[in-house]
């Protein structure tokens, strides 16, 4: 794992204690020999939000062969998953549906483990039995300890043999020295590309000037509603890869994950308007503003939030979604304030590395 600690060297940081305990055991994991009939191998990762456990996962696999990672976030493992059930259905079920989501690969790295929805923590269940039978590595990162997975009392049960699974066949390894590594450097934002999430901004007001300057000021008579299969979603405005939304639209209906990752392959750049406090959305609004975050941050899609209180504002309050650290988290990565003043519009950025 001393490539590891040279990426790190070469971004200009260096690990904490943390993430050095972890090397160990990823090199011998990811050493070549595959795990034994019956068993799957592998690490669970967890701790506090900006822990640095993606991008200690992510170098750990970069440099093996090509085509032999699967690397998901987990709303995109649901979202692929619906899609090849569907079509597998009535031959072969979950065994083949694995099988194409796999597609020869022999590791699988899952991002941002966490369980809230029951019928989630139903499908992962197979899915990890079917890692096993088929002798696969599997690395995991996740704000949660297995045990506080689903931790909603009434469905806790249903995931029990999902947390088994994960104790019995993986290293469970609490990444967390207690720093909040996006946080502290905001700039160190991409997994080893120029742009994207991090070139977004987070302004108060209107933003004309900012919106003005990035040529993101919303273009009159670009009113659209965009297909997602049956149904569609208003956008204020589309202009190429560009699309402006209102919360409302947005977060307020009845879209999902597997949308926002459909409009992301769309848009690589969005504009919010109106977000309010999160405190006073509706449960379900909430819920989704945290989803949206996670997709537009692990897809790399710019975003830009007009008219939204300040940071303490907008997760002030009662009744913050479970993974609301974690979005607070991201959204520290967007330019605000006096940051938005003069930003061109493709900045250059001093470090070319994600801690998430």
Known sequence: MAAVERRAAAGGFALDGAQQAVLPVLAALLGGRRPRAGQMAGAYLWGGVGRGKTWLVDAAVADLPEGQ??????????????????????????????????????????????????????????VLRELVRR????????NYAPEELLADPLHHHLVEPVIALLGAHLHVLEV?????????????VGREQVGGFATGAWLDGDGTAYLRAQGLGLPAG?????????RSVPALGVDGDTVWFGFGALCGGLLSAADYLE???????WVLHGVPRLGEAPEAARQRFVSLVDVLCDRDRRLVLVGAPGPEELFAGEGQPPDV???????????QGREVVGVSRHPMLSVEHLYG
């Not at 002798?135 to 996740?142: G, H, Q």
């Not at 020295?177 to 502290?184: E, I």
């Not at 650290?325 to 330019?335: F, G, K």
Request: proline share 3%; glycine share 10%.
């Open 69 to 126: 990672v699967l690397r998901v976030h987990l709303h995109e493992l649901f979202r692929r998953l619906h899609v090849v059930l569907v079509r597998h259905r009535g031959r072969g079920g979950m065994v083949a549906a694995v099988g194409d989501l796999l597609d020869g690969r022999r590791v699988v790295v899952l991002d941002e483990l966490h369980l809230h929805d029951v019928g989630n923590a139903m499908l992962l269940g197979p």
């Open 135 to 142: 002798r696969m590595v599997l690395l995991a990162t996740s």
């Open 176 to 188: 967390d020295d207690g720093t909040d590594h996006r946080a502290a450097r905001p700039t160190e």
């Open 222 to 230: 670009t009113a659209a509603r965009l297909p997602l299969g049956s």
């Open 263 to 269: 409009l992301a392959g769309r848009f690589s750049t």
């Open 325 to 335: 650290a974690r979005t607070a988290s991201r959204l520290s990565l967007l330019r």
